[in-house]
């Protein structure tokens, strides 16, 4: 393939065919770093260089294999076989295999996944006759696993005061111990979990400086992709194998450091001219993917960033569209204002479905959006995780509710019989199940006269069933008196699950957390919605409305032409026509957890450029100013990063909107503001938001002079705080009772009673 280089423009090409020493390419977004990766090996290997010294690192497996495919069709298969190209674990444990007698470990060792990893620590625990309430399995293995990622070896950690003064702060004194005892069983079982992989990789260089140098010889050409995710341990292996040539080449984006809660170190490309002083620096700046208005506004965005390296990004595509920004007056409008955008952008533009994806910064987010894509009968998917129905959690708490309302429902019971762990075991389960088979009778008719067949469980046992049948008891006979979401808070905390789940503050255990707090948020929508529209809100038809929710009828539409749903970081690397960044407000994007440091608020910024630069014809960004929170409807600021887009570069959906001065970066000053309107000020200094002065859509309060519904009448425009604004179609009946038929702009038609729904008139 005599004209490769004709393919790549002037810095790709520059980038490609300097391949002697230490290279650091930095790679904006859709500039085109895989090609520039898979174009560089295969020059090198027409070079002349033989593909076994060369050795390219991925992180995964997909993009290796892709790369491969690639070069196969430039250089021929046979070739391309021969290089040594993957990703960190595959690589290194192909070393391993080769010097495992050097570690004493046997060539055939097994590797462990994150379930193994779990299983031999929570059989160590038990061994050690520790609460496994406080050393959660999952939660040890993150303390475990950042150690090693940080080259922190048993011995060391006991040494590290730091570590163990945060492990005796979280009452989890004994981690170290764990950590010993969960190594030495690794060891005698001829295993190694992933992180050992490295680690031992490590350890093998240190210890046997005949094998590094026999691989420093060897591997004479080192290419790493996607460098800014690469953790310290990582960062040490290619270091010292790249000693003996110095011929290695780094590819990534310092911009798109997204991933320092997996342990990934920004610093590693930051710091790598100091490493390499003689390096060469390649930017790759034209953006192949989005217009200039998107390319434009997002260098805007991370342009506030201190740490980075420059560069100026640009795009030779069209203009195109200005970033849309939606000011919703909920989560529940702002869930409605997308899907209407994308049904807009559809029929008009003639977009399918697989065009559009909604981003978030929480898995937690996308009920909201589920809701809204099932009521518009719009098939949709969740990529790289479970629909929010789907999840444990939930599907825990909702059998909770399925047993109060129905305690005949036997699959439900058996789901929550033990959770949280309360010493019914399966061996017990399975006889209360063969004694209802036998008897021809429910489970549940088993368990409440477990006193009249003594012989089957011990009196222990039978003292703990009893307790649970009580529980559900005292849950269903609040049903009459509560409403769904006072009795689910109560099922919730009563049972033990919210105890259980905030035990434990990894990033899985934050999420599920997280996930449980917006179920009760939607069930304190739905109660709230059912008082204003004066219809039952209890337990009973909340799991109603849920069923049919979670009722999956559009699997028959192909499964390729869905919208997207995911988190920003699952979005990383894909593209997509439409993107949608939703709840783009303080607290929640920039997360609440990472306001505190400069740094935190720095890779949040990374992730919010990450997000809009997936998009390639449109970015639209949205923010509620209330969400739920804690069953509670808080009001929300809109996120800084709005602020920190150049004006030129956005468009206001709401009229209304206006920007007064530029924005500022990290913490700023009180004269860097914008308006918009109905947003209220004087909720954090450096973020004021106000109404326009003249505004026609300033509201005024309702009074009782207009006859018994007030001033309220058919025509008018008022505003809801959960539905926005919309046109009071009818009034029917008489106060207390009146009811109000309003067809709200972005959610379409409501009944409402009066006298709950606060309603207020747009003048």
């Given amino acids: 393939m005599q004209n490769y280089l004709e393919e790549l423009n002037t810095a790709q090409q520059q980038a490609v065919v300097s391949s002697e020493g230490a290279s650091l390419v930095i790679a904006g977004a859709g500039s085109g770093k895989t090609r520039v990766l898979t174009y560089r090996i295969a020059h090198l290997l027409m070079q002349g260089v033989p593909p076994h010294r060369i050795l390219a690192l991925t992180f995964t497996n997909k993009a290796a294999k892709e790369m491969k495919l690639r070069i196969a069709t430039m250089v021929g298969n046979d070739v391309a076989q021969k290089l040594w190209m993957g990703t960190f674990h595959s690589v290194f444990a192909r070393i391993l295999r080769s010097e495992a007698d050097k570690l004493h470990y046997p060539s055939s060792f097994t590797i462990y996944d994150t379930a193994d990893s779990k299983s031999l620590i929570k059989s160590i ?27 922190v070896t048993p011995a060391a950690y006991a040494r590290d005061q730091h570590r163990m003064m945060e492990d005796q702060a979280s009452r989890k004194g004994m981690i170290h111990e764990i950590y010993t005892r969960y190594m030495r069983q690794c060891y005698k079982f001829g295993a190694m979990d992933f992180d050992d992989l490295l680690l031992n990789t490590n350890i093998l260089f240190r210890d046997h400086p005949e094998v590094l140098q026999k691989y420093q010889n060897w591997i004479q ?57 003689d390096y060469k620096l390649f930017k790759l700046e034209q953006n192949y993917r989005s217009t200039q208005n998107i390319v434009n506004a997002a260098n805007s965005i991370i342009s506030n960033n201190t740490r980075q390296i420059k560069k100026a990004v640009f795009s030779e595509k069209d203009t195109g569209n200005r970033i849309k920004i939606h000011n919703a007056y909920s989560d529940i409008e702002e869930g409605y204002i997308v899907i209407n955008d994308i049904k807009d ?71 929550i019989i033990n959770y949280p762990t309360r010493g019914i075991g399966k061996t017990t389960l399975d006889k209360i199940e063969e004694a209802a088979n036998v008897s021809g009778k429910g489970m549940w008719e088993v368990l409440i006269s477990i006193e009249d067949t003594a012989r089957l469980v011990n009196a222990g046992t039978q003292r703990k069933l009893q307790s649970f049948v009580g529980m559900i008891n005292v849950f269903a006979a609040s049903m009459k008196q509560q409403s769904a979401y006072d009795l689910v808070m109560e099922i919730a905390t009563q049972s033990g699950m919210m105890k259980d789940l905030y035990q434990d503050r990894t990033p899985e255990a934050v999420a599920r957390q997280e996930n449980v707090q917006e179920l009760l948020n939607g069930i304190q929508e739905f109660t709230n919605n059912q008082l204003e529209q004066g219809s039952e809100n209890g337990l009973i038809n909340f799991l109603e409305e849920v069923s049919l929710l979670t009722d999956q009828d559009n699997e028959t539409e192909d499964d390729i032409n869905k919208v997207t749903l995911m988190t920003i970081h699952s979005s990383k690397g894909l593209e997509f026509k439409n993107v949608y960044v939703v709840g783009v407000e303080e607290g929640l994007f920039p997360s609440s957890m990472t306001q505190e440091s400069e740094q935190g608020v720095e890779e949040e910024r990374r992730l919010f450029y990450v997000a809009v630069t ?25 996120s800084r990063f709005i602020n920190e887009i150049n004006e030129e570069f956005v468009e206001f959906a709401n009229d209304q909107v206006k920007i007064t001065d530029k924005p500022g970066r990290f913490a700023p000053k009180q004269t860097e503001r914008r308006s918009f309107s109905h947003v209220q000020a004087n909720q954090k200094p450096g973020y004021n938001f106000k109404k326009v002065e003249n505004s026609p859509e300033t509201s005024r309060p309702i009074t009782n002079s207009g006859g018994s519904h007030g001033n309220l009448k058919p025509g008018l425009t008022v505003e809801h705080i959960r539905f926005g604004r919309g046109t009071i179609i009818s009034i029917d009946g008489e106060m207390p009772n009146a009811k109000a038929t309003v067809n709200f702009e972005n959610t379409g038609l409501k009944q409402l009673l009066l006298k709950f729904a606060k309603l207020k008139i747009l003048g």
């Fill in 125 to 151: 625990i038990s061994q050690m006759k520790l609460n496994d309430k406080e050393y959660k399995p999952g939660q040890v293995l993150g303390r475990i696993s950042s150690a090693k990622n940080d080259l």
């Fill in 221 to 277: 050409y080192i290419l790493v992709d996607e460098y800014q995710d690469t953790n310290y341990s990582q960062y040490i292996i290619i270091k010292k194998l790249a000693e003996k040539h110095g011929n290695i080449c780094v590819v990534g984006d310092d911009a798109q450091s997204i991933y320092s809660f997996r342990g990934a170190k920004i610093e590693n490309i930051l710091n790598f001219r100091n490493d390499y002083p």
């Fill in 345 to 415: 952008k559809k029929l008009r533009q003639n977009y399918d479905y697989q065009d559009f994806a909604i981003l978030y910064r929480t898995n937690a987010q996308s009920r909201i959006f589920e809701e809204a894509l099932r009521r518009s009968n719009m098939p949709y998917k969740i990529y790289g995780g479970l629909s929010f129905y789907q999840r444990k959690e939930i599907k825990d708490l909702l059998a909770y509710c399925r047993v109060t309302v129905n305690s005949a429902d036997q699959e439900a019971l058996k789901r």
């Fill in 614 to 638: 997936r998009a390639e014809d449109n970015a639209t960004i949205s923010f509620a100013r209330t969400r739920y929170k804690y069953g509670e409807s808080a009001f929300c600021r809109p």
